[in-house]
């Protein structure tokens, strides 16, 4: 049998939304990024999140914001992508916020001579080269006539940085040429400004005329804060050439090794299928590439690369009983084999990621960033909800 499943910690996440929100009060909009599945944790996290403080939301397709009602038919939700206009039904049936990144879509969706109020985020590209608009004059045009409409509610503006600008200017870069790009409209008759994320949230001061923030990772419990230490002469090193740039770039006041409270709200946990004896000599897995030393006890788990492990996992271990055990041999698509001892029953619980297994250690052994990890093992596995120490939901695969 194959009980492989993540399990999430409500408890944990609800901590988190307080911390922020307490920590960063200067805010007035605080936006929940729920894109690929709440990173991985399930749209079913929506009411944890907005009962303690996270107020808005964002999404990038319609599918997932349809999702989120699932759950909640009143929080406000940003669809960040562009909406297929023939889905505007859709955007008005269930309370929808779209983007507006470019003045053909603005005029298409004008031709479309909508009737119900539609609120509307405008996109600025000030400097990634993504989606948005990236010249002042259009930026004026689309404003007024959004303005001018009697059914579009300009509700919000934003942009998004391509670096934290920590030891480059590039984030100073965008912010100066937001300002130009927004300098024909007034930002101020705008309800919410948000530029950044996680990391920027964390990494630099409120931008003046910003009220509103975007936080995907670090309401998931984990610490994007850039790092620095005096300690080793690689690290002196390290930190006389950032300075060294910021005093070239002229760079902006940041921030480095922020304190805050948060708690990782996601472990990964797979049961033992089979144990069995391996003699010395013999090889385990595809194409034969591991081979004993010695005789050696190995257990064979039911997940692989189709639960969101890499193929190639370099010193990859699990946990059991609180003790470690290495993966042996190549990850299959759906089974893994590891080294055990004689304390492992076949009954006892393995956890894969979580606790004893930081994300950071288990990204690093699949060569993934700690993002991928989370969505590559909680898009593909159920999901079982934690609260107060009792499952109060499980979500099947």
């Given at each position: 049998?194959?009980?492989?499943?993540?399990?999430?910690?409500?408890?944990?996440?609800?901590?988190?939304?307080?911390?922020?929100?307490?920590?960063?009060?200067?805010?007035?909009?605080?936006?929940?990024?729920?894109?690929?599945?709440?990173?991985?944790?399930?749209?079913?996290?929506?009411?944890?999140?907005?009962?303690?403080g996270i107020n808005y939301f964002a999404v990038s397709?319609?599918?997932?914001?349809?999702?989120?009602?699932?759950?909640?038919?009143?929080v406000p939700i940003l669809c960040l992508q562009p909406?297929?206009?023939?889905?505007?039904?859709?955007?008005?049936?269930?309370?929808?916020?779209?983007?507006?990144?470019?003045?053909?879509?603005?005029?298409?969706?004008?031709?479309?001579?909508?009737?119900?109020?539609?609120?509307?985020?405008?996109?600025?590209?000030?400097?990634?080269?993504?989606?948005?608009?990236?010249?002042?004059?259009?930026?004026?045009?689309?404003?007024?006539?959004?303005?001018?409409?009697?059914?579009?509610?300009?509700?919000?503006?934003?942009?998004?940085?391509?670096?934290?600008?920590?030891?480059?200017?590039?984030?100073?870069?965008?912010?100066?040429?937001?300002?130009?790009?927004?300098?024909?409209?007034?930002?101020?008759?705008?309800?919410?400004?948000?530029?950044?994320?996680?990391?920027?949230?964390?990494?630099?001061?409120?931008?003046?005329?910003?009220?509103?923030?975007?936080?995907?990772?670090?309401?998931?419990?984990?610490?994007?804060?850039?790092?620095?230490?005096?300690?080793?002469?690689?690290?002196?090193?390290?930190?006389?050439?950032?300075?060294?740039?910021?005093?070239?770039?002229?760079?902006?006041?940041?921030?480095?090794?922020?304190?805050?409270?948060?708690?990782?709200?996601?472990?990964?946990?797979?049961?033992?299928?089979?144990?069995?004896?391996?003699?010395?000599?013999?090889?385990?897995?595809?194409?034969?590439?591991?081979?004993?030393?010695?005789?050696?006890?190995?257990?064979?788990?039911?997940?692989g690369y189709n639960n969101g492990i890499s193929r190639?996992?370099?010193?990859?271990?699990?946990?059991?009983?609180?003790?470690?055990?290495?993966?042996?041999?190549?990850?299959?698509?759906?089974?893994?084999?590891?080294?055990?001892?004689?304390?492992?029953?076949?009954?006892?619980?393995?956890?894969?990621?979580?606790?004893?297994?930081?994300?950071?250690?288990?990204?690093?052994?699949?060569?993934?960033?700690?993002?991928?990890?989370?969505?590559?093992?909680?898009?593909?596995?159920?999901?079982?909800?934690?609260?107060?120490?009792?499952?109060?939901?499980?979500?099947?695969?």
């Amino acid at each position: 049998m194959n009980s492989t499943h993540v399990e999430i910690n409500l408890d944990n996440l609800a901590h988190n939304a307080k911390t922020i929100t307490k920590k960063y009060n200067d805010y007035k909009y605080f936006i929940g990024v729920l894109k690929s599945e709440a990173y991985g944790h399930g749209e079913y996290i929506i009411n944890e999140l907005y009962n303690n403080g996270i107020n808005y939301f964002a999404v990038s397709y319609i599918n997932e914001a349809l999702m989120v009602r699932k759950y909640n038919e009143n929080v406000p939700i940003l669809c960040l992508q562009p909406v297929n206009l023939d889905d505007i039904n859709i955007v008005i049936k269930n309370n929808l916020t779209i983007i507006i990144h470019d003045m053909e879509y603005l005029n298409k969706l004008i031709d479309l001579n909508i009737k119900d109020k539609i609120k509307i985020h405008m996109k600025i590209d000030s400097g990634m080269n993504r989606l948005g608009f990236k010249d002042k004059e259009e930026i004026k045009k689309a404003y007024d006539i959004i303005n001018n409409s009697d059914n579009l509610i300009l509700e919000g503006i934003f942009s998004h940085f391509a670096t934290t600008g920590i030891f480059d200017n590039k984030w100073d870069y965008q912010v100066n040429n937001f300002k130009k790009l927004t300098s024909l409209i007034d930002l101020s008759k705008i309800p919410i400004v948000h530029l950044g994320s996680s990391v920027i949230l964390l990494s630099h001061p409120k931008i003046d005329f910003c009220n509103g923030i975007r936080m995907g990772i670090l309401l998931y419990g984990y610490n994007v804060s850039p790092t620095s230490s005096n300690k080793g002469i690689k690290n002196i090193l390290r930190n006389f050439r950032n300075k060294f740039y910021q005093k070239r770039y002229n760079i902006s006041k940041t921030y480095s090794n922020v304190k805050i409270d948060l708690k990782p709200s996601i472990k990964m946990y797979t049961n033992i299928i089979q144990i069995k004896n391996v003699k010395k000599g013999e090889f385990i897995g595809y194409g034969a590439k591991y081979i004993a030393k010695e005789d050696m006890l190995v257990a064979v788990l039911p997940i692989g690369y189709n639960n969101g492990i890499s193929r190639i996992n370099d010193g990859g271990y699990v946990y059991i009983n609180n003790k470690k055990y290495f993966i042996v041999g190549c990850i299959s698509m759906n089974m893994m084999t590891i080294k055990i001892d004689s304390d492992v029953n076949i009954t006892d619980k393995v956890l894969i990621m979580g606790d004893n297994i930081t994300l950071g250690q288990f990204s690093r052994a699949n060569n993934l960033s700690i993002s991928e990890s989370l969505l590559n093992i909680g898009k593909n596995n159920a999901r079982i909800y934690i609260k107060d120490n009792n499952i109060v939901y499980e979500e099947k695969k």
